[in-house]
Nanobody, 121 residues
Framework: QVQLVESGGGLVQPGGSTRLLCAAS????????MGWYRQAPGKQRELVAS???????NYDDSVKGRFTISRDNARNTVNLQMNNLKPEDTAVYYC???????????????WGQGTPVTVSA
């Protein structure tokens, strides 16, 4: 079974920065797209940023120019550098990956347990 484990986040002041890290482990043959989602209280989970295996990125308009997603294919990790944070960035952030496991020929989505980010003075 593949597991995604997130770290980072916590309490950050407005205008501050923090970095999220997600590491995938288990019987991984290949990971296609990796991404970060977030869910604020009372709202639906939304895509923040994603990155393909080749490095192509996609960002929600609300974070463009402030957040940067990166990944290390050899280590099966994905990072999210978050700068100039705003109170509206407060949410639980979830790592997501499309994983081809073991000898399977298909990909399946895996989720991390989530890590909270609170932006407040």
């Amino acid at each position: 079974q593949v597991q995604l484990v997130e770290s980072g986040g916590g309490l950050v002041q407005p205008g501050g920065s923090t970095r999220l890290l997600c590491a995938a482990s288990g019987r991984i043959f290949r990971i296609a797209v990796m991404g970060w989602y977030r869910q604020a209280p009372g709202k639906q989970r939304e895509l923040v940023a994603s990155i393909t295996r080749g490095g192509s990125t996609n960002y929600d308009d609300s974070v463009k120019g402030r957040f940067t997603i990166s990944r290390d294919n050899a280590r099966n990790t994905v990072n999210l550098q978050m700068n100039n944070l705003k109170p509206e960035d407060t949410a639980v952030y979830y790592c997501n990956a499309d994983v081809r496991e073991g000898l399977s020929y298909t990909y399946s989505q895996r989720w991390g347990q989530g890590t909270p980010v609170t932006v407040s003075a």
